[in-house]
């Protein structure tokens, strides 16, 4: 492992977020990576007319930034599917 993903792990820090949190909303700038370990984001575009569809779940295998590793603007809006614990970088 080399010493820059190291210390990227050294610095993640644990969270336990409820239902209904929103993590990110559409065109806000990604400051905060959030990786579910045990709870389900759900990532949902906003239609014009006003509805909500969800695009995607994301679970223990993924994390939730934006679109990509290195895009800074959330494409979508997080919101905590199943609450449980996270870390976050």
Known sequence: MSASDASALRSLKGVHLESKRVLS???EIIDTVYFPAGAVVS???SLSTGEMVEGALVGKD????????????ALTRAIVQLP????YV
Do not use: D, E, N
């Open 25 to 27: 909303r559409t065109r």
């Open 43 to 45: 990532l949902v575009v």
């Open 62 to 73: 993924g994390c939730r930034r934006g679109s990509g590793a290195r895009c800074k603007i």
């Open 84 to 87: 449980g614990p996270y870390l």
